[in-house]
């Protein structure tokens, strides 16, 4: 299958500090991406998706402006966590979806450990 | 997107089919069925999909019902890797993907 890679897949950073996630599309061109973080125990909740070229899309209940998500390439998008609390500390996982109607599958990567101290 | 329902858990002896059920009652014509795992501390792993026939592929099996309002997911010879939340989701193309609960399947051995 496609593959979509994110790095890093760990980080521990001090509060207030900003932290930067990439998401690539390895051997496809993904037009849309998708961040999603989950908390320990439960499932992944949506947070934006991200559009090549566009302002990405977010979910109800989540900053734009603390999640600063960039889209400039077919290949590339990334996260930003602006001034991280001990309370953004979670998993991060991104997607891009590609195929035809057909078979249209959602890759994700394999997520980002974002340890806030 | 139509909801789907899930058993929170389910147990299968090594070497055995693993069968993993899903109701999805109130899906529409054009919406396709997905079912995905998430092994502990991974990013979720896609294992197949259909819209009304029944397909199989290296990984796994996916039984859709005629009324489309239920489906199985079969592993046919699970083994201890295939432990993992299994997820199924149904999307309407294009759409993104809405994670339920999912199934903790824990394979013994």
């Known amino acids: 299958g496609a593959v979509v890679s994110q790095h890093p897949s760990r980080v521990i950073c001090k509060s207030g500090t900003s932290v930067k996630i990439e998401c690539r599309s390895l051997?496809?061109?993904?037009?849309?991406m998708f961040w999603y973080r989950q908390f320990p125990k439960q499932s992944l909740m949506l947070m934006a998706t991200?559009?090549?070229?566009?302002?990405?899309?977010?979910e109800q209940g989540v900053e734009k402006d603390k999640f600063l998500i960039n889209h400039a390439s077919l290949t590339l998008s990334t996260l930003t966590v602006t001034s991280a609390h001990p309370e953004d500390s979670s998993f991060y996982i991104c997607?891009?979806?590609?195929?035809?109607?057909?078979?249209?599958?959602?890759?994700f990567g394999a997520g980002t450990r974002l340890s806030v101290l | 997107d139509a909801k789907t329902t899930q058993p929170p858990s389910m147990d299968c002896a090594e070497g055995r089919a693993a069968n993993l059920p899903c109701n999805h009652s109130?899906?529409?014509?054009?919406?396709?069925v997905y079912w995905y795992r998430q092994i502990h501390s991974q990013g979720p792993q896609y294992i197949i999909h259909g819209l009304k026939n029944n397909e199989t592929n290296e990984m796994a099996s996916l039984i859709i019902t005629e009324d489309r309002k239920s489906s199985t997911l079969i592993l046919p010879h699970a083994t201890l890797r295939d432990t993992a939340v299994y997820y199924c989701i149904v999307r309407v193309f294009g759409n993104d993907m809405r994670f339920g609960a999912g199934t903790r399947l824990t394979v013994k051995p």
């Open positions: 109130t899906i529409s014509g054009n919406e396709y």
């Open positions: 997607s891009a979806i590609t195929g035809t109607i057909a078979k249209n599958i959602q890759y």
């Open positions: 991200s559009n090549e070229g566009s302002k990405a899309t977010y």
């Open positions: 051997d496809f061109q993904a037009t849309t």
